[in-house]
């Protein structure tokens, strides 16, 4: 099956479809399992939909929802993390209340070994393989979540990679983790993604770009008219 492209008129229409799409796999996993993993990116590609995500007329059961982050930048700015962009965009405080620690599973900061430590927590929660559901965002140069060019090779067991970004330290799920997801969704916005979104849906089998390793022949691509404007 080849990668689906969601075309829609702007960043807000891309951001509605993408909701309704996110809550329809949500909804099938619970159905299917009972409880949904999802792994969100924190760029700013995703946020808008994160806050659409919160519209009761979704009927998402939050309560059977269990979320981790796809990657993060380690600093000590609690606000640059992507940790905070998440949290704030889907309101989880008052979502979850004191059953917070319950359902959301954000990088660790504050330990010795993020990387070890991440590993861990999502071999509980995801015994029996990666996520249910990936959410990414696109980079300029093609990369997505933390995975960059460098990183395509990492062990096949390996969930978790530390890797840097214009000298910025990050942690990041594998492509091998990312790629497991049953659902991968990617967004692209603006006529800054236009060359990486062409790179993505006409590959080169030579030379792929992170986020066509990440996404997979069967991913979904929610594109607006900007990142789409030269044509495919």
Same mark, same amino acid.
């Given at each position: #099956?080849?990668? /689906?492209?969601?075309?829609?008129?702007?960043? @807000?229409?891309?951001?509605?479809?993408?909701?309704?799409?996110?809550?329809?796999?949500?909804?099938?996993?619970?159905?299917?399992?009972?409880?949904?993993?999802?792994?969100?990116?924190?760029?700013?590609?995703?946020?808008?939909?994160?806050?659409?995500?919160?519209?009761?007329?979704? $009927?998402?059961?939050? $309560?059977?929802?269990?979320?981790?982050?796809? *990657?993060?930048?380690? /600093?000590?700015?609690?606000?640059?993390?992507?940790?905070?962009?998440?949290?704030?965009?889907? @309101?989880?405080?008052?979502?979850?209340?004191?059953?917070?620690? *319950?359902?959301?599973? +954000?990088?660790?900061?504050?330990?010795?070994? +993020?990387?070890?430590?991440?590993? *861990? /927590?999502?071999?509980?929660?995801?015994? /029996? %393989?990666? +996520?249910?559901?990936?959410?990414? %965002?696109?980079?300029?140069?093609?990369?997505?979540?933390?995975?960059?060019?460098?990183?395509?090779?990492?062990? +096949?067991?390996?969930?978790?990679?530390?890797?840097?970004?214009?000298?910025?330290?990050?942690?990041?799920?594998?492509?091998?983790?990312?790629?497991?997801?049953?659902?991968? #969704?990617?967004?692209?916005? %603006?006529?800054?993604? @236009?060359?990486?979104?062409?790179?993505?849906?006409?590959?080169?089998?030579?030379?792929?770009?992170?986020?066509?390793?990440?996404?997979?022949?069967?991913?979904?691509?929610?594109?607006?008219?900007?990142?789409?404007?030269?044509?495919?």
């Amino acid at each position: #099956m080849p990668i /689906t492209v969601h075309s829609e008129a702007d960043a @807000n229409a891309v951001a509605s479809a993408a909701a309704r799409f996110l809550a329809e796999a949500i909804g099938s996993r619970i159905a299917a399992a009972g409880i949904c993993t999802i792994a969100l990116a924190g760029g700013a590609s995703p946020l808008p939909l994160y806050h659409r995500l919160r519209g009761e007329e979704h $009927g998402i059961d939050w $309560g059977r929802v269990r979320i981790v982050q796809t *990657d993060d930048v380690l /600093t000590k700015d609690i606000e640059a993390r992507s940790t905070s962009r998440i949290a704030a965009a889907l @309101n989880l405080a008052e979502l979850y209340g004191e059953a917070l620690a *319950d359902h959301w599973y +954000p990088i660790p900061h504050d330990v010795i070994d +993020p990387a070890t430590s991440y590993q *861990d /927590t999502l071999a509980r929660l995801t015994a /029996t %393989g990666g +996520p249910d559901i990936a959410v990414l %965002g696109l980079g300029i140069d093609g990369h997505t979540a933390g995975v960059f060019a460098h990183h395509l090779t990492d062990p +096949p067991t390996s969930t978790v990679a530390l890797t840097s970004y214009h000298g910025q330290a990050r942690i990041t799920l594998t492509a091998t983790y990312l790629r497991s997801a049953p659902v991968r #969704m990617l967004l692209a916005l %603006g006529v800054s993604k @236009n060359d990486a979104l062409r790179a993505l849906l006409q590959p080169d089998p030579a030379t792929p770009i992170p986020a066509t390793v990440v996404l997979g022949a069967d991913g979904h691509v929610f594109a607006d008219s900007a990142a789409l404007e030269k044509g495919f």
